[in-house]
């Protein structure tokens, strides 16, 4: 018998006891002995729930009981999960999480004390929800040398984006629309400014060159300025607006952003809608490969952390090792990444031509009072050096 403990009893806390009672049988074949919660910590208590009398408020129970094999970290946020975590690696207790904030922050050092005691922190659900993408990149895609890893990560902002575009409706009611259906948070901000993309980003890239990646470097734009006129003019080119997380290597090294762009119907990512998350690996050897499924969600995620639960149990006492040392890496500037841009301007094609030379020039009828064109691939300092040349510029979006 494995017995874990929970720390948080919210929508993945309860979601990850909900899966180990729905698929007992075969968790317990698959992970070769059965698993039992022991306790789940919170600060509340649950009246009429049926794990009511395994809901503690001490974690030093949690920390100081033996028995304890596993640890699940379902409270979200740096602290105090970054310091019940480490204080249960340190006494020899396996940890999983699916805290991206957590992983971002502080997921090398973790990692080290894990091997160090000869045990395991996972975190498969921290990117991409249930979708499986740490584990692949931590074994079936060792003999590649990972060379673009671009993502859907954020399953709030796609299916923003989403009704956006097949109902042609403005940022601001689309938000309005995702809170109600309690896509979006009451502060939505993580992810409509693609906070929690970069997060995600910023781990696959630290697993992808095996050191650490500060999210806070990553160049990160929002959809907060995406308007209705962008959904036309995108359809207008046969092409939609995603927000994508993406991370390349180059020959000066690995470059990251995070950003709202076109993506022609011929892009892997072109059909990934609502609130799904897909994420496209290019490997030197592999070529292209795809990694689609609900990012988000009460089960979605938490059958990623009991899949977790059950590699841990398939290895106690020996570390699954996970090449992600702190040594931190610097990114490319990502003024150096090149694309076209999409750009809105209320100048004449004279004026634009003057500036960004051959372009090509997108009508959409409904729209009067300004230009639309598509500029020829460049860097960001080109493009940005050639846009403070042209005034009024209303918008820019990068194009691939």
């Known amino acids: 018998m ?34 039992e919660v022991k306790y789940i910590l919170d600060l509340r208590d649950f009246p009429g729930d049926p794990m009511e009398d395994k809901v ?114 403005e940022f601001e009611d689309v938000l309005k ?17 693609g906070y929690d993309a970069c997060r995600k980003i910023a781990i696959l890239t630290s697993l992808v060159c095996g050191q ?49 762009f076109m993506l022609s119907q011929q892009h892997p990512l072109y059909s990934v809608n609502d609130v799904f998350n897909a994420i496209f690996v290019h490997g030197n050897v592999l070529g292209d490969a795809m990694f689609y499924g609900s990012g988000a969600g009460k089960l979605p995620t938490a059958s990623a952390v009991v899949a977790d639960i059950v590699d841990i149990a398939k290895h106690l006492h020996k570390n699954i090792l996970i090449s992600w040392s702190s040594g931190k890496i610097d990114l490319v500037d990502y003024k150096k990444a090149q694309s076209r841009f999409f750009v809105r301007t209320s100048e004449n094609q004279e004026q634009v031509k003057a500036v960004f030379g051959e372009v090509q020039f997108v009508e959409v009828p409904e729209i009067t009072g300004e230009l639309g064109f598509l500029t020829e691939v460049m860097t960001e300092e080109a493009y940005e050096e050639k846009a403070a040349a042209l005034k009024n510029i209303k918008q820019r979006i990068r194009v691939v």
């Open 2 to 35: 494995i017995k874990i403990a929970i720390l948080g009893y919210g929508t993945i806390g309860s979601g990850v006891v909900e899966v180990l009672h729905t698929n007992r049988e075969s968790i317990a074949k698959r992970a070769g002995d059965e698993i």
């Open 56 to 169: 503690i408020h001490d974690y030093n129970v949690i920390a100081e009981d033996p028995e304890i094999q596993v640890v699940v970290e379902a409270m979200g946020g740096v602290e105090p999960a970054y310091t019940f975590v480490k204080r249960a690696l340190l006494a020899g207790k396996n940890v999983t999480t699916s805290n991206k904030a957590l992983v971002a922050k502080h997921g090398a050092e973790l990692i080290a004390i894990a091997k160090q005691q000869s045990i395991n922190f996972l975190f498969e659900a921290s990117v991409g929800g249930g979708i499986p993408i740490i584990r692949p990149l931590n074994s079936s895609l060792t003999a590649d040398e990972i060379e673009e890893i671009t993502g859907i990560l954020n399953g709030t902002t796609n299916y923003m984006l989403s009704k956006m575009t097949f109902e042609g409706l």
């Open 177 to 193: 629309d995702a809170q109600s259906r309690g896509y979006a948070e009451a502060d939505p901000t993580a992810d409509i400014e």
């Open 212 to 260: 650490q990646v500060d999210f806070e470097d990553i160049y990160t734009e929002g959809i907060t300025k995406i308007t209705a006129d962008d959904i036309k003019y995108a359809k207008a080119m046969g092409s939609v607006i995603k927000l994508l997380a993406t991370s390349r290597k180059t020959e000066e090294g690995y470059c990251a952003m995070v950003a709202p």
